[in-house]
């Protein structure tokens, strides 16, 4: 399950529908999604996109996404320093960019125009879509893995936008996982 902390506030939401509500006011949408006897989440990408198809297709219809594609980061993902570098500056993309996390956890840092910067921890399960246009960047977690479905518009639109401001440099991943939600810190 998520966790929203708004570092500037010592605010941390870990209850999903005061999440829903909290992004929703800054025009995220964040749902959850079926993980249990859907599909095996190591399957084949072609078996995921298939046993979420109705969700996609949703997605789809709404949003003019026309492809979705499963990616899949690991430790041993090669080139893993320069992919995540590129995700890890602030930056705005032409579309919306949707993720449902099937495996792992990351953190994507939102900068609202008039409000503080905040982090959303994703974990398997979890639907975030970052409205286009939303300056925003994304860090793995401690474990380095995720495997996400991902949908898109048109592949070019997702190209990052760079900020020049260097906001990210101020901020670290702040993944804290299920074991904070439980009350206790993670090590």
Not at 26 to 46: Q, S
Not at 76 to 93: G, I, S
Request: with cysteine; net charge negative.
């Amino acid at each position: 399950m998520a966790i929203v902390t708004v570092p500037a506030q010592g605010r941390r939401i870990t209850d999903a529908a005061e999440i829903t509500s909290f992004l929703a006011d800054h025009g995220i949408e964040f749902d959850r999604w079926p993980l249990e006897d859907r599909v095996d989440p190591a399957a084949p990408p072609e078996a995921i996109l298939a046993a979420y198809a109705p969700e996609i297709d949703k997605l789809k219809a709404r949003g003019g996404f026309v492809t979705a594609d499963v990616v899949d980061i690991r430790p041993e993902t090669p080139n893993l320093e320069v992919m995540l570098a590129k995700f890890a500056k602030e930056h705005t993309h032409t579309e919306d960019e949707i993720r449902f996390i099937l495996v792992g956890s990351g953190v994507f840092h939102i900068n609202p125009v008039a409000s503080p910067v905040f982090a959303i921890e994703v974990h398997a399960g979890d639907l975030i879509s970052v409205p286009m246009g939303t300056r925003h960047w994304f860090d793995l977690c401690k474990e380095r893995r995720i495997r996400a479905i991902r949908l898109f518009q048109d592949m070019s639109g997702w190209t990052p936008h760079y900020a020049e401001e260097g906001v990210h440099t101020a901020y670290e991943p702040l993944c804290l996982g299920p074991a904070y939600v439980a009350g206790s810190a993670r090590s």
